[in-house]
């Protein structure tokens, strides 16, 4: 009995010492953007991804690649919010009106900033009170195009 004890003693301090046990990760990736997959909402798995507007869109499993690709256009806004997080895409002009940006009209969408040409602009998208209904007056196909363009890469 008494080495019973004494092994279940020993079995739960070393289950504590594991869990004190920091996690090691690299500047990298704690520098790298938290990308979700759109079509399940949850993180990325960077070996699933579709070509997509000239670049990659990243998704957290098959069953999600398959979905896109059956159907892009319903999940076009998580696609295109996607791009501008994984920064394949930067914007470029008022996603409402394709209007020169103001530096002033800045708000931020799912870890994304988005800014404006005026405060009439800003004012459509942060007077939203559903979040789903603020990506898509910036990130739906139509918006996207008005103000977001493919990153360059240098060469």
């Keep these: 009995m008494k080495k019973l004890m004494t092994l ?4 739960t301090l070393t289950a ?3 869990e004190a046990v920091p996690t090691v990760t690299t500047a990298a990736e704690e520098e ?23 670049a990659e869109v990243y998704f957290c499993c098959g069953n999600c690649v398959k979905a896109f690709k059956e159907n892009p256009e319903k999940f076009a806004v998580k696609a295109n919010h996607q791009l501008v997080a994984s920064g394949q895409f930067e ?5 409402i009106s394709g209007g020169k940006l103001n530096p002033e009209t800045g708000i931020t969408l799912n870890d994304v900033e988005v800014t ?11 007077g939203e009170t559903d979040e789903d209904a603020q ?15 493919k990153v360059e890469k240098e060469e």
């Design 8 to 11: 279940m003693a020993c079995f």
């Design 91 to 95: 914007q470029t002009g008022c996603p």
């Design 135 to 149: 990506l898509a007056l910036v990130f739906s196909d139509a918006a996207f195009a008005k103000g977001f363009k």
């Design 32 to 54: 790298a953007p938290k990308l979700i997959c759109p079509v399940a909402g949850k993180p990325v798995n960077m070996d699933k991804s579709v070509a997509y507007k000239g």
């Design 16 to 18: 504590f010492a594991l």
């Design 116 to 126: 404006f040409c005026c405060n009439n602009c800003k004012g459509k998208v942060a």
